[in-house]
């Protein structure tokens, strides 16, 4: 019998193992229902209906993997619809967010599953794991592998963007000097990010995102002292940014611009804008940064938002102000930890110490990554020997 | 491909429902109506169910049947009713699940396709 299934599936193992689920079916029913005439034939007919169950979910499955893996790494050959088509599955929301940027990365920019486990700090099993289902997902619910109809289009672009970014500020901000031999995920998100200008250059929210992660990786050697110290920008040394590419994103911003249509990521690079502008600190114009976030918070509620707002209206306005803008933020953010730490200095600008080393031991209790801990504490022996 | 959207409520929801007035009642249904209608084509099955408080449940204790009063369904939600839809894809799923005028979620839940007729 196993035999009869092997020429008919051309797998011994499976054949097995389906003439073993027969025998169950068996065991279940032969009790309850009498002992069928011909067994044998009754056998064959299940383990058979089986074998053609297995064999139509691979075929599906064969399919949608050859469609899928057909177009990775095909930089230059594969059609622009193709990769859209790729783009879009990947990032379908009936996916999580984590096996969206999984299977992004793997598909679309043809990062290894090693690679991808790394960046994440996690096993490559894991994100292997990670890929088969979201790829099961696809293919067991019948997930379309197409550019969005119109009507859809602004909220699956979204979502793309959405895991773009994502992307990126994990690679971003997890990036710390001492790690310069993990992958940097920032620049494979900028990638994909160029990569969606050129399939969809009418978009004016997709120049933004591209606009703003060119000007934070500009500024990226920046960021860091030669001892691995996060370095702020107000203590930037402005001549280590990277001035072709802050001119890139601007050309993208402008780009952006022409097309009237304002969405959140355009006024994010706009504000990134201000900063890659000002040649120095004292230069910044505060003014308009104030008016861009406002006009941020009208697209895009966000009590992350108005924090940063109430950040640069302590440049503009004061700390006093500031801090009453942060308090009200006190039910929202009290479990972030730059919530804490933007508390920390406003108090201290305003010589309320006590308070301040407070905050800034909560937001110490509240943050893991390296580079940030030793800012926050580095700030703290600043009010203590202050004090002394 | 066929889907069965799994049509939840919050259990309050569902109380309110049951005292609802009569009038405000059929009032509520209208929009539900108009969503059957406009899907008419594409839905191949389905059932609005009573509530809760009408649900037994059949549990196997070591192989043994034992009978409880209630849905098997524990927490907040429970299932008010369920549809089986015959589309293309699941984006077009998705699409008839976000027009679902009640404000309950809804599940959707491709069917398993033995590729012939159910035995």
Not at chain 2, 46 to 67: C, M, S, W, Y
Not at chain 2, 109 to 115: C, F, I
Request: hydrophobic share 45%; proline share 4%.
């Amino acid at each position: 019998m196993t035999a009869a299934l092997v020429r008919m599936l051309g797998d011994f193992d499976l054949a097995e193992e389906l003439v073993q689920e027969a025998l169950l079916e068996a065991i279940e029913h032969w009790p309850k229902e009498g002992i069928p005439e011909k067994p044998g034939a009754w056998l064959l007919t299940t383990a058979r209906r089986k074998a053609v169950d297995q064999m139509r979910r691979q075929a599906r499955f064969r399919d949608k993997l050859a469609q899928l893996e057909g177009a990775v790494m095909r930089d230059d050959t594969a059609e622009g619809d193709d990769r859209l088509r790729l783009i879009f599955t990947c990032c379908h929301p009936a996916l999580s967010r984590e096996a969206q940027v999984a299977l992004t990365l793997r598909a679309v920019a043809g990062l290894t599953t090693i690679e991808i486990a790394r960046a994440f700090i996690t096993s490559e099993a894991t994100i292997a794991q990670r890929i088969v289902r979201a790829k099961r997902k696809i293919v067991d619910a019948n997930i379309p592998y197409r550019v969005p109809e119109e009507r859809d289009m602004a909220e699956r672009l979204e979502e793309v963007l959405a895991v773009l970014y994502l992307m990126f500020n994990e690679g971003y901000l997890a990036t710390t000097g001492e790690q310069a031999t993990r992958r940097d995920l920032a620049e494979d998100a900028a990638w994909l990010a160029g990569l969606m200008v050129r399939l969809m250059p009418g978009e004016p929210e997709v120049l933004g995102l591209l606009a703003l992660m060119r000007l934070h990786l500009a500024r990226a050697r920046a960021r860091f002292d030669d001892a691995g110290n996060l370095v702020l920008l107000q203590d930037q040394d402005r001549n280590r940014w990277d001035q072709e590419r802050i001119g890139s994103a601007m050309v993208l911003l402008q780009r952006a611009a022409t097309l009237h249509r304002s969405g959140p990521y355009q006024l994010q690079a706009a504000i990134a804008a201000c900063h890659a502008e000002a040649g120095t600190w004292g230069e910044t114009d505060w003014r308009q940064i104030v008016a861009l976030y406002d006009a941020l918070l009208e697209l895009m509620p966000s009590p992350v938002v108005e924090l940063n707002r109430a950040i640069a209206r302590r440049h503009r306005d004061g700390a006093h102000a500031a801090l009453d803008d942060v308090d009200r933020l006190a039910e929202a953010l009290g479990g972030y930890y730059l919530f804490h730490a933007t508390r920390a200095e406003l108090l201290r600008d305003l010589d309320r110490e006590p308070e301040a080393r407070a905050a800034l031991r909560r937001a110490l209790e509240l943050t893991a990554n390296p580079a940030e801990r030793a800012l926050l504490q580095r700030r703290m022996d600043g009010l203590n020997t202050e004090n002394e | 491909m066929k889907y069965v959207l799994l049509f939840g409520e919050t259990k309050e929801r569902a109380k309110q429902w049951e005292t609802m007035p009569e009038a405000q009642r059929t009032a509520a249904y209208a929009p539900i109506n108009q969503w059957f209608e406009k899907y008419a084509g594409k839905i191949t099955g389905g059932h609005e169910l009573q509530p809760d408080r009408t649900a037994t449940t059949v549990k196997f204790n070591k192989g043994k049947p034992v009978i409880t009063d209630g849905p098997f369904i524990e927490g907040k939600e429970s299932i008010g009713g369920y549809a089986e839809v015959t589309v293309a894809d699941l984006d077009e799923a998705l699409e008839m699940a976000k027009g679902w005028p009640t404000g309950g979620p809804v599940e959707v839940r491709p069917v398993v396709d033995r590729g012939e007729p159910q035995r």
